[in-house]
């Protein structure tokens, strides 16, 4: 068991909860779309290609709604139970973590009442060392230097430059922000112009 077999059961147990269109902040998506998506990327290498490959976008877009249709139960399922021999399930935690933390935190936070989870030590540390490395291209676009900091001290750079703005907060809030979520506690400390272009970034992965 790893971090991305926990958020995956966890993911799996609220799809039920929630249903097949409650909203999730990968707006216009719904939660059967999020879960399609899911499905598609380890069981269709062929159409998950059109995910970064625009000219197949149409054909992933295509195979991601034929998913969609299924009946919900059947759906979820799915999700729950990858494909043994699938390249991607099979990567685990290096290629799933990240994926299954920040869509279970798409649907959990796209509810009113949320609040983020309590810091966990064996999630945290393999969040954050993916989160370290892929910073700098999630803030690839940004005009300023950037430094993404814990509670307890640690940080890396995901942009450098001089003066940085530095976001401080909990590795699950960095990750979202670092994944263009507004939803995500982060605190900014920097020149007020410098975090205010912070803030307009487009950002994410």
């Known amino acids: 068991m790893g971090v991305a077999d926990d958020e995956r059961r966890l993911l799996t147990d609220l799809l039920e909860q929630v249903g097949p269109d409650a909203p999730t902040l990968c707006d216009p998506w719904r939660t059967r779309d999020l879960a399609a998506h899911l499905v598609l990327r380890e069981r269709r290498p062929d159409a998950a290609v059109g995910v970064l490959f625009k000219p197949l976008a149409g054909h992933t877009q295509r195979v991601q709604d034929s998913y969609a249709a299924k009946p919900w139960p059947e759906l979820v399922d799915l999700v729950r139970h990858p494909p043994r021999l699938s390249p991607v399930s099979l990567a ?114």
């Open 92 to 205: 685990g935690d290096l290629a799933n973590a990240v994926e299954y933390f920040v869509h279970h935190e798409d649907v959990r936070r796209a509810r009113p009442d949320w609040e983020p989870r309590s810091p966990d030590p064996v999630r945290d540390d393999v969040l954050w060392r993916r989160l370290a490395g892929m910073a700098r291209l999630s803030y690839r676009k940004s005009p300023v230097g950037v430094v993404l900091r814990r509670p307890d001290g640690q940080s890396t750079t995901a942009k450098p430059g001089a003066n940085p703005v530095v976001l401080t907060g909990q590795v699950t809030e960095l990750l979202m922000h670092a994944f263009g979520r507004d939803a995500a506690r982060v605190e900014y400390d920097g020149p007020e112009a410098d975090v205010r272009l912070l803030r307009d970034l487009d950002r994410g992965v």
